[in-house]
């Protein structure tokens, strides 16, 4: 295939050994642009992929002078291997752990209880945090923020109390043979960015370079001075800032280049993902292929419904599991399954060890949460699904769940369909925006809506590029009567 402009100029900028950033938007080829850059040069290379069943489908296509990996199986090569005997050690709960590290008894803050285990839990999670950052030691702002102790005063107190114990249990990871700590690959990742690796070879290529976290950024960035650095993602998906990772791109010392030719759908789509490009204040904007004739309309029979959140996917399961169809669900049912779990030992008057519910005595108290406290409204859904259905009917059907190459239809969330694409596509309810604010109805005053923020717009991009032949927008469509859902030109 005959490379376009844009990928010319990339392999232009390639040879000169200009550093490079490459903006790929949705369907643009990133993956056949960095093979058409490897194959040109003779020079050794890594690429550096962000799962393995993408490293393992890159290295069927680029030369055998590039070697194609995860940046947790370099790691695993240079230091995560004497960590073996850990990694295959029996898995222990949290609580057992912290006990260990002695976490023995409950801290009481304001009016809330942190049981010994919330406690071990939360040090558990500091660590994790920590490792995902290019940060040297943990400190207070690695401890995570607990349901009910948002406030900073109040998570102070926590953080006071978790480091210490975090600390320790970093300590109890740094040996090899054995220890208190189950040890995971972030472990060894960690241990070996703070090494200041220097990874052998001429260039590197870091794909989806939008959600790297901060401690790929460093070591990948600290090649700098002895190989030609590639990054390519679209800053447009970065959708993953909650869980700690970070767009690197943007701010990149090195050429900025882009690829806007979509080779998924066709112009119909591409005004409509523009639409979200302009919401989202994006670098690029996409360019459809006329020959693919991807319509906007009503879908009947999706191929895959996307939504919102994991409560608004699991809603989705269970309409169409109740309507006959054989129902997949994009990553498994495990997380769902848990706060299933976790809800029903609420409900009976029991706690849960759920990180996201630790803090919660009862259902009520959660129902109450959810409803009155502002920093709560997320887990509103959770509370309405388990009211309308209850636990039960939920745990049967995540035991329905179908394998996707025999299902009928999968429900995925937008964060878990990145990087795939389906025929027909239909967005989900759970995107929709509520109609009537509060008191609008009783003064008769027309409140304009409130403005799509960069994040909402990024989510949605992922959503509506998923598809190759025809999209519903469904929850989405409130943006048609947005003042700002017209972006210029």
Same mark, same amino acid.
């Given at each position: 295939?005959?490379?376009?402009?844009?990928?010319?100029?990339?392999?232009?900028?390639?040879?000169?050994?200009?550093?490079?950033?490459?903006?790929?938007?949705?369907?643009?080829?990133?993956?056949?642009? *960095? +093979?058409?850059? =490897?194959?040109?040069? /003779?020079?050794?290379? !890594?690429?550096? &992929?962000?799962? #393995? $069943?993408?490293? %393992?489908?890159?290295?069927?296509?680029?030369?055998?002078?590039?070697?194609?990996?995860?940046?947790?199986? *370099? +790691?695993?090569? =240079?230091?995560?291997? /004497?960590?073996?005997? !850990?990694?295959? &050690?029996?898995? #222990? $709960?949290?609580? %057992?752990?912290?006990?260990?590290?002695?976490?023995?008894?409950?801290?009481?803050?304001?009016?809330?209880?942190?049981?010994?285990? =919330?406690?071990?839990?939360?040090?558990?999670?500091?660590?994790?945090?920590?490792?995902?950052?290019?940060?040297?030691?943990?400190?207070?702002?690695?401890?995570?923020?607990?349901?009910?102790?948002?406030?900073?005063?109040?998570?102070?107190?926590?953080?006071?109390?978790?480091?210490?114990?975090?600390?320790?249990?970093?300590?109890?990871?740094?040996?090899?043979?054995?220890?208190?700590?189950?040890?995971?690959?972030?472990?060894?990742?960690?241990?070996?960015?703070?090494?200041?690796?220097?990874?052998?070879?001429?260039?590197?290529?870091?794909?989806?370079?939008?959600?790297?976290?901060?401690?790929?950024?460093?070591?990948?960035?600290?090649?700098?001075?002895?190989?030609?650095?590639?990054?390519?993602?679209?800053?447009?998906?970065?959708?993953?800032?909650?869980?700690?990772?970070?767009?690197?791109?943007?701010?990149?010392?090195?050429?900025?280049?882009?690829?806007?030719?979509?080779?998924?759908?066709?112009?119909?789509?591409?005004?409509?993902?523009?639409?979200?490009?302009?919401?989202?204040?994006?670098?690029?904007?996409?360019?459809?292929?006329?020959?693919?004739?991807?319509?906007?309309?009503?879908?009947?029979?999706?191929?895959?419904?996307?939504?919102?959140?994991?409560?608004?996917?699991?809603?989705?399961?269970?309409?169409?599991?109740?309507?006959?169809?054989?129902?997949?669900?994009?990553?498994?049912?495990?997380?769902?399954?848990?706060?299933?779990?976790?809800?029903?030992?609420?409900?009976?008057?029991?706690?849960?060890?759920?990180?996201?519910?630790?803090?919660?005595?009862?259902?009520?108290?959660?129902?109450?949460?959810?409803?009155?406290?502002?920093?709560?409204?997320?887990?509103?859904?959770?509370?309405?699904?388990?009211?309308?259905?209850?636990?039960?009917?939920?745990?049967?059907?995540?035991?329905?769940?179908?394998?996707?190459?025999?299902?009928?239809?999968?429900?995925?969330?937008?964060?878990?369909?990145?990087?795939?694409?389906?025929?027909?596509?239909?967005?989900?309810?759970?995107?929709?925006?509520?109609?009537?604010?509060?008191?609008?109805?009783?003064?008769?005053?027309?409140?304009?809506?409130?403005?799509?923020?960069?994040?909402?717009?990024?989510?949605?991009?992922?959503?509506?590029?998923?598809?190759?032949?025809?999209?519903?927008?469904?929850?989405?469509?409130?943006?048609?009567?947005?003042?700002?859902?017209?972006?210029?030109?």
């Amino acid at each position: 295939m005959k490379p376009t402009d844009e990928q010319a100029a990339a392999a232009d900028a390639f040879q000169a050994g200009d550093h490079l950033a490459l903006q790929a938007g949705a369907g643009t080829g990133k993956t056949t642009t *960095l +093979a058409l850059l =490897a194959h040109a040069t /003779r020079r050794r290379g !890594r690429y550096l &992929a962000f799962n #393995r $069943p993408v490293a %393992q489908a890159a290295g069927a296509r680029f030369p055998n002078t590039v070697q194609c990996r995860t940046a947790h199986a *370099l +790691a695993y090569g =240079a230091v995560g291997h /004497r960590y073996t005997r !850990r990694l295959n &050690a029996p898995r #222990r $709960p949290a609580w %057992q752990t912290g006990q260990a590290l002695g976490i023995t008894k409950a801290l009481r803050i304001a009016e809330r209880e942190v049981t010994q285990k =919330a406690l071990s839990n939360a040090t558990m999670r500091t660590v994790t945090r920590f490792c995902h950052t290019a940060d040297e030691a943990i400190t207070r702002h690695h401890v995570p923020r607990l349901r009910g102790l948002e406030d900073t005063d109040l998570h102070a107190q926590l953080a006071a109390h978790i480091v210490p114990f975090a600390r320790n249990a970093w300590a109890d990871l740094q040996r090899p043979d054995d220890g208190a700590v189950r040890f995971d690959h972030d472990h060894y990742l960690k241990i070996w960015a703070l090494t200041q690796p220097r990874i052998q070879a001429d260039f590197l290529l870091l794909d989806e370079a939008q959600d790297t976290n901060p401690v790929v950024e460093q070591i990948f960035l600290g090649q700098r001075d002895h190989a030609q650095l590639v990054m390519v993602g679209d800053s447009a998906q970065a959708i993953y800032h909650w869980r700690g990772a970070k767009d690197v791109m943007t701010g990149f010392d090195g050429t900025q280049l882009a690829l806007s030719q979509s080779f998924r759908f066709g112009p119909d789509l591409a005004a409509e993902a523009n639409r979200w490009l302009h919401l989202a204040d994006a670098p690029i904007r996409l360019t459809g292929t006329p020959a693919l004739d991807t319509e906007l309309g009503p879908v009947t029979r999706p191929d895959a419904v996307l939504c919102r959140t994991n409560v608004g996917a699991m809603a989705q399961v269970m309409t169409l599991m109740a309507t006959g169809h054989r129902v997949a669900l994009a990553g498994g049912g495990d997380s769902l399954q848990a706060l299933a779990l976790a809800a029903r030992d609420l409900k009976e008057g029991r706690r849960t060890h759920h990180p996201e519910l630790v803090l919660f005595s009862c259902w009520g108290d959660m129902q109450d949460y959810a409803a009155h406290d502002p920093a709560g409204r997320d887990l509103q859904p959770l509370v309405n699904l388990v009211d309308t259905h209850g636990t039960d009917a939920i745990l049967t059907a995540v035991a329905r769940l179908a394998p996707e190459p025999h299902a009928q239809v999968t429900v995925s969330t937008a964060h878990k369909a990145k990087g795939r694409e389906w025929p027909r596509v239909l967005i989900a309810e759970d995107f929709a925006r509520l109609q009537n604010p509060a008191g609008e109805e009783q003064t008769g005053a027309t409140t304009p809506p409130d403005p799509v923020d960069d994040a909402e717009a990024r989510l949605a991009y992922v959503a509506v590029t998923r598809t190759r032949q025809r999209l519903d927008l469904g929850g989405l469509s409130w943006i048609h009567d947005h003042p700002d859902g017209s972006p210029p030109g």
